[in-house]
């Protein structure tokens, strides 16, 4: 087909003929010529290529460069740095021709969330019949809302490695707290979250780590006891909820309360467990609301140009918050005179995917078939909270989402492969796997989840739209020694591989938004994510 001119195919009765544009007006993707409508073809492999060149290395890291800036102070959630980097991802979708998909015409949805504290005057842990108080001798972890009753019951205390095949060691936890003898280090203690959540699945009260954190860290871990909890409003359990509590005490304390040698608990090897005679644990932790806030999430819509299909949806999302600085409560350390985490890679890397993704798909002509969605969301390193409250109050029908294509941190790592988690629970893994293999151009091999063990499917914001059973996938390079450090830096963000990533996405999310059916769940995996969890 020559530049300038088009061709349609008209009913067999009549022929074929090529249409000038000097004699055709288009509206939406249909084309009326000599008063009769002829509705477009796919896009032509022009204009395909020219929306594809509009992503390069260049600006994907010019515009990770905007909002990683130490002046974002590692865009916390919720922070008047995270509302720049709002504004800014919004102006772009205006620029770019999108749709208001959020609240009220707008481009935003917000959620509400709530700060508060330990009150410290309502608050006791007693242990064997002596009075602890939070934040002076003892340490509450606030990894979820603080349960809204007391919680009592007998101590099971676990010894030695733990063993992955046999987690309780035989004992009956439930209705029991369960205690751990936990090792400090440099950076603290890694505590096996994964060993707690299987024991409150068997019944566990909650639990309580012994550790052997030498002063100054201990001190140091006592004073952010009274740091604000910032959690996602409505998430407060209600008096009847079974919600767990955390705690930490040291060595000395488990001597002098439980008669527990924590030293000679750590030489043990073999993983076993005891019920200690006689020992019964209250929790009562009372919080004081001290701060009502919000945070946005970012929509914009790209209407299909089919009109049928474009009452359909295709998502991308990535998540434009990171973990702030020290004072965020989220996780930031300083080291050495940088105190700001700027998530380069974690994520403005996926967040700018979504945006540059936005404004490729914006220059094709026509418009994909079935809608597209750009959502960047807040709210992900506490806890999914932006996506959470998408897919609890989702702007357009979840029913009529048909995938959700995930980035977050693709901007690192290996050249030439990116991990694609979910390949296997739907039948997008095989779109995939036929797009990669159709742009040989784009040197870049999806491959499956490498690290199976950390449960990455969980972890981000996609899962909330899997869960309410939308077939998705994740690209995803893996983490890396910056990962939630200060130096996760621009400087260090691969954009000549970012791109091909994005380029990738591109071609999957076009095949995929006019194609004629709709992405498939592998059935039992649908049973095993969907249908399992009561979404």
């Given at each position: 087909?020559?530049?300038?001119?088009?061709?349609?195919?008209?009913?067999?009765?009549?022929?074929?003929?090529?249409?000038?544009?000097?004699?055709?007006?288009?509206?939406?993707?249909?084309?009326?010529?000599?008063?009769?409508?002829?509705?477009?073809?796919?896009?032509?492999?022009?204009?395909?290529?020219?929306a594809?060149?509009?992503?390069?290395?260049?600006?994907?890291?010019?515009?990770?460069?905007?909002?990683?800036?130490?002046?974002?102070?590692?865009?916390?959630?919720?922070?008047?740095?995270?509302?720049?980097?709002?504004?800014?991802?919004?102006?772009?979708?205006?620029?770019?021709?999108?749709?208001?998909?959020?609240?009220?015409?707008?481009?935003?949805?917000?959620?509400?969330?709530?700060?508060?504290?330990?009150?410290?005057?309502?608050?006791?842990?007693?242990?064997?019949?002596?009075?602890?108080?939070?934040?002076?001798?003892?340490?509450?972890?606030?990894?979820?809302?603080l349960?809204?009753?007391?919680?009592?019951?007998?101590?099971?205390?676990?010894?030695?490695?733990?063993?992955?095949?046999?987690?309780?060691?035989?004992?009956?936890?439930?209705?029991?707290?369960?205690?751990?003898?936990?090792?400090?280090?440099?950076?603290?203690?890694?505590?096996?979250?994964?060993?707690?959540?299987?024991?409150?699945?068997?019944?566990?009260?909650?639990?309580?780590?012994?550790?052997?954190?030498?002063?100054?860290?201990?001190?140091?871990?006592?004073?952010?006891?009274?740091?604000?909890?910032?959690?996602?409003?409505?998430?407060?359990?209600?008096?009847?909820?079974?919600?767990?509590?955390?705690?930490?005490?040291?060595?000395?304390?488990?001597?002098?309360?439980?008669?527990v040698?924590?030293?000679?608990?750590?030489?043990?090897?073999q993983?076993?467990?005891?019920?200690?005679?006689?020992?019964?644990?209250?929790?009562?932790?009372?919080?004081?609301?001290?701060?009502?806030?919000?945070?946005?999430?970012?929509?914009?819509?790209?209407?299909?140009?089919?009109?049928?299909?474009?009452?359909?949806?295709?998502?991308?999302?990535?998540?434009?918050?990171?973990?702030?600085?020290p004072?965020?409560?989220?996780?930031?350390?300083?080291?050495?005179?940088?105190?700001?985490?700027?998530?380069?890679?974690?994520?403005?890397?996926?967040?700018?995917?979504?945006?540059?993704?936005?404004?490729?798909?914006?220059?094709?002509?026509?418009?994909?078939?079935?809608?597209?969605?750009?959502?960047?969301?807040?709210?992900?390193?506490?806890?999914?909270?932006?996506?959470?409250?998408?897919?609890?109050?989702?702007?357009?029908?979840?029913?009529?989402?048909?995938?959700?294509?995930?980035?977050?941190?693709?901007?690192?790592?290996?050249?030439?492969?990116?991990?694609?988690?979910g390949k296997e629970?739907?039948?997008?893994?095989?779109?995939?796997?036929?797009?990669?293999?159709?742009?040989?151009?784009?040197?870049?091999?999806?491959?499956?989840?490498?690290?199976?063990?950390?449960?990455?499917?969980?972890?981000?914001?996609?899962?909330?739209?899997?869960?309410?059973?939308?077939?998705?996938?994740?690209?995803?390079?893996?983490?890396?020694?910056?990962?939630?450090?200060?130096?996760?830096?621009?400087a260090?963000?691969?954009?000549?591989?970012?791109?091909?990533?994005?380029?990738?996405?591109?071609?999957?999310?076009?095949?995929?938004?006019?194609?004629?059916?709709?992405?498939?769940?592998?059935?039992?995996?649908?049973?095993?994510?969907?249908?399992?969890t009561?979404n």
């Amino acid at each position: 087909m020559r530049p300038g001119a088009l061709v349609s195919r008209f009913p067999p009765s009549q022929s074929p003929i090529l249409v000038e544009e000097r004699i055709v007006f288009k509206l939406a993707s249909v084309l009326v010529v000599a008063g009769v409508p002829v509705v477009l073809a796919a896009q032509s492999p022009a204009t395909v290529q020219r929306a594809v060149n509009s992503i390069t290395p260049q600006d994907v890291v010019r515009r990770i460069a905007i909002i990683a800036d130490d002046s974002m102070l590692g865009r916390a959630t919720p922070s008047p740095q995270l509302e720049q980097v709002a504004r800014y991802i919004a102006g772009e979708f205006r620029r770019f021709g999108l749709k208001p998909g959020g609240d009220n015409s707008t481009y935003f949805q917000r959620y509400g969330i709530t700060q508060s504290n330990i009150d410290t005057a309502r608050s006791r842990i007693t242990i064997a019949g002596h009075a602890l108080a939070p934040g002076a001798d003892v340490y509450v972890l606030r990894l979820a809302p603080l349960p809204r009753k007391t919680l009592s019951g007998p101590l099971v205390l676990f010894t030695g490695t733990p063993d992955s095949t046999n987690p309780l060691a035989g004992a009956d936890v439930k209705g029991a707290w369960v205690a751990q003898v936990v090792t400090a280090g440099p950076q603290g203690v890694d505590l096996n979250i994964g060993w707690v959540q299987q024991t409150l699945r068997a019944g566990a009260l909650g639990a309580m780590f012994i550790s052997n954190r030498p002063d100054a860290q201990w001190q140091n871990r006592l004073g952010r006891a009274f740091n604000l909890s910032t959690v996602l409003a409505g998430s407060e359990a209600p008096d009847t909820a079974t919600i767990p509590g955390l705690f930490e005490i040291r060595d000395a304390q488990a001597a002098a309360l439980l008669g527990v040698d924590a030293a000679a608990a750590r030489a043990q090897t073999q993983w076993s467990a005891r019920r200690l005679d006689g020992v019964t644990v209250n929790y009562n932790v009372q919080q004081r609301v001290v701060n009502q806030a919000s945070a946005p999430n970012v929509i914009g819509i790209l209407e299909g140009s089919d009109p049928a299909l474009k009452s359909e949806y295709l998502f991308f999302t990535g998540h434009m918050d990171h973990v702030g600085t020290p004072g965020s409560g989220e996780g930031c350390t300083a080291r050495g005179g940088d105190s700001i985490c700027n998530g380069a890679d974690d994520d403005a890397s996926g967040t700018i995917a979504v945006v540059k993704l936005a404004e490729a798909y914006s220059q094709l002509t026509p418009r994909p078939k079935r809608s597209l969605v750009f959502m960047t969301v807040s709210g992900e390193e506490r806890g999914l909270w932006g996506s959470e409250y998408f897919s609890d109050h989702p702007t357009v029908p979840l029913a009529n989402v048909v995938a959700d294509l995930n980035t977050d941190m693709v901007g690192r790592n290996w050249k030439d492969t990116i991990a694609v988690i979910g390949k296997e629970h739907s039948d997008l893994g095989a779109t995939l796997n036929r797009v990669a293999a159709a742009h040989p151009e784009l040197h870049m091999t999806p491959i499956d989840d490498k690290w199976p063990e950390e449960n990455f499917y969980f972890r981000s914001d996609h899962y909330n739209f899997a869960r309410k059973g939308v077939p998705i996938l994740f690209f995803f390079n893996g983490v890396h020694d910056d990962y939630h450090q200060v130096s996760d830096e621009v400087a260090k963000i691969d954009g000549e591989k970012e791109s091909r990533i994005i380029k990738l996405d591109f071609y999957l999310g076009l095949d995929i938004a006019n194609r004629a059916e709709r992405p498939k769940w592998n059935p039992e995996s649908y049973r095993r994510i969907v249908q399992r969890t009561g979404n």
